[in-house]
T-cell receptor, first 118, second 113 residues
């Protein structure tokens, strides 16, 4: 199956700093990427949908200025948590869909990034 | 938008018995229903999916059923084994919502030896 790589897998930062998480599709072109957030023992909450070359569409309640998403190429999307605070600590997971899966709906997930804000 | 409800939140079954997890969805336009298995700290893994043009799909010990009229779908795991212990998520997607996948709340399945 298709491979999606996410980096870093773990990151610890100080409150007030910004953190960038990368999501790459390694063997296919991802026309759409989704960013999810997962709290301990909870479900995956969709944060935003990004299409290559256009602005991300954010879900209700997600601050676009707080969580900057860039999908500059067909193989890379980035999520930047700006001015991070302890409440931003969470597990962030990206997923990607290629052109050939647009109609099938199948998603491929990255490994996830665990962010801890001190 | 789409809303997916999942039950039960926790499920404990004896090894060898069957486990059933049920989900309902709200958007009648949803046409793709994947099931994911997630182990602690790892990415969700697709275990089976079903599309709205079929009512049932089976893959070895795993099967999924879909009732479009009632807008519910279920995951069935037979002959459960210890390695089936994990959190399982149902999800739904439709073309009308930019094909974004909305997840249920998850079921923590424990297999008792």
């Amino acid at each position: 199956g298709a491979v999606v790589s996410q980096h870093p897998s773990r990151v610890i930062c100080k409150s007030g700093t910004s953190v960038k998480i990368e999501c790459r599709s390694l063997d296919f072109q991802a026309t759409t990427m989704f960013w999810y957030r997962q709290f301990p023992k909870q479900s995956l909450m969709l944060m935003a949908t990004s299409n290559e070359g256009s602005k991300a569409t954010y879900e209700q309640g997600v601050e676009k200025d707080k969580f900057l998403i860039n999908h500059a190429s067909l193989t890379l999307s980035t999520l930047t948590v700006t001015s991070a605070h302890p409440e931003d600590s969470s597990f962030y997971i990206c997923s990607a869909r290629g052109v050939e899966n647009t109609n099938t709906g199948e998603l491929f997930f990255g490994e996830g990034s665990r962010l801890t804000v001190l | 938008g789409e809303n997916v409800e999942q039950h039960p939140s926790t499920l404990s079954v004896q090894e060898g018995d069957s486990a059933v997890i049920k989900c309902t969805y709200s958007d009648s336009a949803s046409n793709y229903f994947p099931w994911y298995k997630q182990e602690l700290g790892k990415r969700p893994q697709l275990i089976i999916d079903i599309r709205s043009n079929v009512g049932e799909k089976k893959d070895q010990r795993i099967a999924v059923t879909l009732n479009k009229t009632a807008k519910h779908f279920s995951l069935h795991i037979t002959e459960t084994q210890p390695e089936d212990s994990a959190v399982y998520f149902c999800a739904a997607s439709s073309y009308s919502s930019a094909s974004k996948i909305i997840f249920g709340s998850g079921t923590r399945l424990s297999i008792r030896p």
